[in-house]
T-cell receptor, first 114, second 110 residues
Framework: GAGVSQTPSNKVTEKGKYVELRCDPISGHTALYWYRQSLGQGPEFLIYFQGTGAADDSGLPNDRFFAVRPEGSVSTLKIQRTERGDSAVYLC????????????FGPGTRLTVL | QKEVEQNSGPLSVPEGAIASLNCTYSDRGSQSFFWYRQYSGKSPELIMSIYSNGDKEDGRFTAQLNKASQYVSLLIRDSQPSDSATYLCAVKTSYDKVIFGPGTSLSVIP
């Protein structure tokens, strides 16, 4: 079946603007994860959803970052008042359920804040 | 101490050799361990998972886990140029979070 999809693949925005990044997980996967990856680093955990609820949002760096998953499938990561330091690749992953934990990643969204 | 550490790269091996990638972790209660491969400009791809002490083999890849030493490794036999990538170690900790290491860059020289 189809893998994890993310849109857009690239996003360029200006400092202070608002952006939304979308993730569509593998069908049937109840767990969804957002990560941020900077050059030369491993993925950094942001938030994890089990179903519709955010089970762990401890990785969100500040209150400018917010994510939703209203119907337990597609998720949107929202960043307000973007800063140049937010520039990174934002990765979404899904897994069959929480206990399974073998995560399958989407292609990522490269965010550039000018 | 960082939660998941990997041997610093880049690591270069000749084609046909064995590549050895190492990872240590700090949370003694960790139970699940994963190796991901990431090609330049691409997203991570799961290649191995291991849950019990010992070796787990899948084709040319062998994952080794030693919980007492808090150490997990990945061996790639008969390395091919197509194995050139960054290898990420990921650990599911006792507090139910998956933490990724910084990655080790592997270059297989033809």
């Amino acid at each position: 079946g189809a893998g994890v999809s993310q849109t857009p693949s690239n996003k360029v925005t200006e400092k202070g603007k608002y952006v939304e990044l979308r993730c569509d997980p593998i069908s049937g996967h109840t767990a969804l994860y957002w990560y941020r990856q900077s050059l030369g680093q491993g993925p950094e955990f942001l938030i994890y959803f089990q179903g519709t609820g955010a089970a762990d949002d401890s990785g969100l760096p500040n209150d400018r970052f917010f994510a939703v998953r209203p119907e337990g499938s597609v998720s949107t990561l929202k960043i307000q008042r973007t800063e140049r330091g937010d520039s990174a690749v934002y990765l979404c992953a899904s897994s069959l359920d929480r206990g399974y934990n073998e995560q399958f990643f989407g292609p990522g969204t490269r965010l550039t804040v000018l | 101490q960082k939660e998941v550490e990997q041997n610093s790269g880049p690591l270069s091996v000749p084609e046909g050799a064995i590549a050895s990638l190492n990872c240590t972790y700090s949370d003694r209660g960790s139970q699940s361990f994963f190796w991901y491969r990431q090609y330049s400009g691409k997203s991570p791809e799961l290649i191995m998972s291991i849950y019990s002490n010992g070796d787990k083999e899948d084709g040319r890849f062998t994952a080794q886990l030693n919980k007492a030493s808090q150490y997990v490794s990945l061996l790639i036999r008969d390395s091919q140029p197509s194995d050139s990538a960054t290898y990420l170690c990921a650990v599911k900790t006792s507090y139910d979070k998956v933490i990724f290491g910084p990655g080790t860059s592997l270059s297989v020289i033809p």
